[in-house]
């Protein structure tokens, strides 16, 4: 299978969420805005989830907060690169050096590495459309892949200071779903598994060991 056209996120936030300007997609009016798949999902989270998010802020406190929340990002944004150059066959030992206590996530991550062929899309902004009802959503896709068994996956790579309770984890069947059904609609093609890989480590704990999250739904269960 020959790489897909990629599309480079366009983002804008509104009333501090976010959207995406779509422009030349294939199954988009050029130019409609569309509601993040986070965004979208955010607004339908139940009453409990939400004042869960507070408690814990309350919690840790603002400040511990904050600063959390900006290193999971910062590190999101870091193993992202690294896996860009992986496949790319390109030298990862800057990132690797340039952010040791992270490199555990890399490690983590590496075992599940091994089964994808070869990715197809990269990095790329996607997006699902009704045009009766015209409203959709859109979002950033990870990566599309071949993978060794032959089937095209969707990939998702998220980074953790420890494994997700279950609870936690429909959210992210969720966004597989989302960002399949928009992969299809936007490509044409049937996708036949999702993966969302998630690097576990917490490097301000001395005992603590990188492990890897995996959740799967297979093709039955995207549709």
């Given at each position: 299978?020959?790489?897909?056209?990629?599309?480079?996120?366009?983002?804008?936030?509104?009333?501090?969420k976010?959207?995406?300007?779509?422009?030349?997609?294939?199954?988009?009016?050029?130019?409609?805005?569309?509601?993040?798949?986070?965004?979208?999902?955010?607004?339908?989270?139940?009453?409990?989830?939400?004042?869960a998010?507070?408690?814990?802020?309350?919690?840790?406190?603002?400040d511990?907060?904050?600063?959390?929340?900006?290193?999971?990002a910062?590190r999101?944004?870091?193993?992202?690169?690294?896996l860009?150059?992986?496949?790319?066959?390109?030298?990862?030992?800057?990132?690797?050096?340039?952010?040791?206590?992270?490199?555990?996530y890399?490690?983590?991550?590496?075992?599940?590495?091994q089964?994808?062929?070869?990715?197809?899309?990269?990095?790329?902004?996607v997006?699902?459309?009704?045009?009766?009802?015209a409203?959709?959503?859109?979002?950033?896709?990870?990566?599309l892949?071949?993978m060794?068994?032959?089937?095209?996956?969707?990939v998702?790579?998220?980074?953790?200071?420890?494994?997700?309770?279950?609870?936690?984890?429909?959210?992210?069947?969720?966004?597989?779903?989302?960002?399949?059904?928009?992969?299809?609609?936007?490509?044409?093609?049937s996708v036949d598994?999702?993966?969302?890989?998630?690097?576990?480590?917490?490097?301000?704990?001395?005992?603590?060991?990188?492990?890897?999250?995996?959740?799967?739904?297979?093709?039955?269960?995207?549709?």
């Amino acid at each position: 299978m020959t790489s897909l056209e990629r599309h480079e996120p366009q983002r804008i936030s509104i009333n501090q969420k976010r959207h995406y300007c779509c422009v030349g997609f294939p199954n988009v009016p050029d130019g409609i805005v569309l509601p993040s798949v986070t965004t979208m999902f955010s607004s339908m989270a139940p009453v409990g989830k939400i004042m869960a998010l507070v408690n814990w802020r309350k919690r840790v406190g603002e400040d511990e907060a904050k600063r959390r929340t900006r290193l999971a990002a910062n590190r999101g944004t870091w193993l992202h690169a690294v896996l860009e150059d992986w496949f790319g066959d390109e030298d990862i030992e800057h990132h690797l050096d340039s952010a040791p206590d992270w490199r555990p996530y890399f490690e983590a991550a590496e075992p599940f590495l091994q089964d994808i062929s070869q990715p197809v899309l990269v990095e790329s902004a996607v997006a699902w459309y009704d045009d009766e009802q015209a409203m959709g959503f859109s979002g950033t896709l990870d990566m599309l892949a071949l993978m060794n068994n032959g089937s095209l996956a969707l990939v998702d790579w998220k980074t953790s200071y420890k494994e997700k309770p279950d609870k936690q984890l429909a959210d992210y069947k969720r966004q597989l779903g989302a960002y399949s059904m928009a992969a299809e609609q936007m490509y044409g093609t049937s996708v036949d598994e999702a993966w969302c890989v998630i690097a576990c480590y917490d490097p301000e704990q001395a005992d603590s060991k990188p492990s890897l999250q995996l959740v799967h739904l297979d093709g039955f269960e995207l549709v």
